[in-house]
């Protein structure tokens, strides 16, 4: 488990441009770690992941992409039912409040992962230290 920067994007929400980005990303070597996106009317939310979140402001910055940068707790979680209720009742039990979060895993496999944005990171890591 560890604090990452995530990035929030606001990308036209039209055929083509979460492919372009990540291609862009792609031929920068930068790789995607999680991904999330909301669609609005006319723009999307894109929040990322990333391995190397300074190479991409960069890239995003030539693009004229803006970003803003969060902190997010990224863990590593068991496929299996429960999980994500546990990771919540224990962030609430310590009043660690959950603004959002996204999380993926395939079928047959082990683990996934989840991202929370968190009122407070580090006591929010201190807390799932303990599963």
């Known amino acids: 488990m560890q604090i990452v920067k995530q990035l929030a994007l606001f990308l036209e929400n039209k055929p083509g441009t979460l492919a372009n980005l990540c291609r862009a990303l792609s031929d920068a070597e930068i790789n995607i770690l999680a991904l999330s996106v909301a669609d609005a ?3 999307a939310v894109v929040r990322i992941v990333v391995d190397d979140t300074q190479k991409t402001l960069h890239l995003l910055g030539e693009h004229g992409v803006m970003a803003v940068e969060r902190d997010v707790l990224m863990l590593k979680a068991d496929n ?3 999980v994500l209720a546990e990771i919540a ?4 039990e ?3 409040n959950i603004e959002y979060a996204y999380c993926a895993s395939l ?3 082990k683990h996934g992962v989840v991202i929370l944005r968190v009122d407070d990171p580090k006591k929010a890591k201190r807390v ?3 599963r």
């Open 107 to 109: 079928p047959g496999v």
């Open 128 to 130: 799932l230290a303990s």
């Open 89 to 92: 009742d224990k962030l609430a």
């Open 80 to 82: 299996k039912p429960g």
């Open 94 to 96: 310590k009043k660690v």
């Open 41 to 43: 009317v006319d723009h």
